[in-house]
């Protein structure tokens, strides 16, 4: 079955640094991958979507890329801010009308 | 702008109970969706709902869960005999658009924290 893995658990940067995070998926290529931002004790709130045709997305300060090669995607939040401290999930299309997510990346942006 | 609403924001409950989490979701939109967080875990998907039947349902959605629109705004999640593992945040998810373009954009509620004790 279909397995995602975000990179680190916990993630430190510099604010005004670019913030990169990182999703592996294991097995078939998906038709698409979101990104959310979940805030504690908060629902997930998305942020973009690439399909499985695109290379790259961007929106304001954030681009995503996809390589179905590698099985991953990256995240980027530029010119970060303490305010963009949050927990960043990757969710992948899992078929039909279902999908999976990953654990999350937890990003500390540090004044 | 609209939003999905959910309540209770917190349940607690016994052990054998039957609880009921309620949901509205955004008024136009089409496919609906139940997921759990157990605390410090993953989001997992339970189950998607179209056109008043489930369309998916994950193996945690098992005999003891059902699903249902009571009355075309409501979306309800039935646990009939809760256990404490299903101690858990329960959020209620809603999509716009059916079939064709999948992976539309879904709006989350802030969720219903459920303690079974």
């Known amino acids: 079955s279909q397995k995602i893995e975000q990179n680190s658990e916990a993630l430190n940067i510099q604010e005004g640094k670019t913030a990169t995070l990182t999703c592996n998926y294991t097995?078939?290529?998906?038709?698409?991958l979101q990104w959310y931002r979940q805030d504690p004790g908060r629902g997930p709130v998305f942020l973009l979507l690439?399909?499985?045709?695109?290379k790259e997305k961007r929106k304001e300060r954030l681009k995503v890329t996809f390589d179905t090669t590698l099985k991953q995607s990256l995240f980027h939040i530029t010119a970060s801010q303490p305010a963009d401290s949050a927990t960043y999930l990757c969710?992948?299309?899992?078929?039909?009308?279902?999908?999976?997510f990953g654990k999350g990346t937890r990003l500390h942006i540090l004044p | 702008e609209p939003e999905v609403t959910q309540t209770p924001s917190h349940q607690v409950t016994q052990m054998g109970q039957e609880v009921i989490l309620r949901c509205v979701p955004i008024?136009?939109?089409?496919?609906f969706y139940w997921y759990r967080q157990i605390l410090g875990q993953k989001v997992e998907f339970l189950v998607s709902f179209y056109n008043n039947e489930i369309s998916e349902k994950s193996e945690i959605f098992d005999d003891q869960f059902s699903v249902e629109r009571p009355d075309g705004s409501n979306f309800t999640l039935k646990i009939r005999s809760t256990k404490l593992e299903d101690s858990a945040m329960y959020f209620c998810a809603s999509q716009k658009l059916a079939g064709g373009l999948r992976g539309d954009t879904q709006y989350f509620g802030p969720g219903t924290r459920l303690t079974v004790l």
């Open positions: 097995n078939y290529s998906p038709a698409y």
């Open positions: 690439i399909r499985e045709n695109e």
């Open positions: 008024s136009n939109h089409l496919y």
């Open positions: 969710a992948l299309d899992a078929g039909d009308d279902k999908i999976i």
